[in-house]
C-alpha cells in the first residue's frame, strides 16, 4: 500500500502448527514484508523457490516462500538466564544479540555471539506486570525496603541504579526470582 503498488495484496491468511502463512500476490511484497518484521521485531528470514508451473509462453512459473524466524524474546520481558547467577534482566532489545538491563544492579547485559537473540532462559514476566508499591527505607547503595505488594511485610531488596533514591513508590515484579525494582515505564504521555 505505500509503495502504491495496485497489485500489491493479501490473498490469503491462515494457522498451521509452525505459525501464520500468509499468502501475498506478489513476490516482492512478500520480500518487503518480512524485511519490516525483521526490522521491527529481530530474528531473521530466508526464501526458497519452487517451480509451481510453466505459463503460455513456456515460461517457469515460481513460488517464493518467505521464512520469518521470530526472537523466543521480545523487549519488555523479564527473564531469568540458566547457568548465570547475575539476576534477572529486562530485555530492551533483540535485534543482532539479545540486550537488556540487569534488574539487581541496572547494568547492561548483552547475549554472547552463540547465544544471539535467544540466551538459554526462562521467561518471569513482562514489566508491564510490575505493580507500585511503597518505598520504606534506602539501606544502601546496593539495597532497598519496599513493601511486597501480597504480604505487604517490608522487604529487603537490590537496589539497581535506575531507581530514584528519593521515590515514595516504585514498580515491582513478584517472581519466581523473587521481588525486584524494575524501571519506570514511559507511558508515552506528556
Do not use: C, W
Not at 75 to 104: A, Q, Y
Amino acid at each position: 500500500e505505500a509503495t502504491g503498488d495496485r497489485n500489491a495484496f493479501v490473498t490469503e491468511i491462515s494457522r498451521t502448527d509452525d505459525g501464520v502463512n500468509v499468502k501475498v500476490s506478489t513476490t516482492n511484497i512478500g520480500k518487503k514484508i518480512a524485511a519490516k518484521l525483521i526490522e521491527e521485531f529481530g530474528g531473521s528470514y530466508s526464501d526458497s523457490e519452487t517451480l509451481v508451473t510453466e505459463d503460455e509462453d513456456g515460461e517457469e512459473v515460481y513460488r517464493v516462500t518467505y521464512a520469518v524466524r521470530l526472537p523466543p524474546y521480545s523487549p519488555g520481558e523479564i527473564i531469568d538466564l540458566h547457568g548465570d547467577d547475575g539476576g534477572p534482566v529486562l530485555v530492551r532489545s533483540v535485534r543482532g544479540n539479545l540486550k537488556g538491563t540487569r534488574l539487581t544492579t541496572g547494568e547492561d547485559y548483552e547475549a554472547g555471539f552463540e547465544e544471539g537473540d535467544a540466551p538459554d532462559a526462562r521467561r518471569l514476566g513482562h514489566v508491564e506486570d510490575a505493580e507500585e508499591t511503597t518505598l520504606v527505607t534506602v539501606e544502601d547503595e546496593r539495597a532497598v525496603q519496599v513493601l511486597d505488594p501480597e504480604t505487604y511485610r517490608s522487604k529487603t531488596v537490590a537496589r539497581p541504579d535506575y531507581m530514584d533514591p528519593d521515590a515514595e513508590s516504585v514498580p515491582v515484579l513478584k517472581s519466581r526470582a523473587g521481588l525486584h525494582v524494575v524501571p519506570e515505564q514511559d507511558d508515552g504521555e506528556g
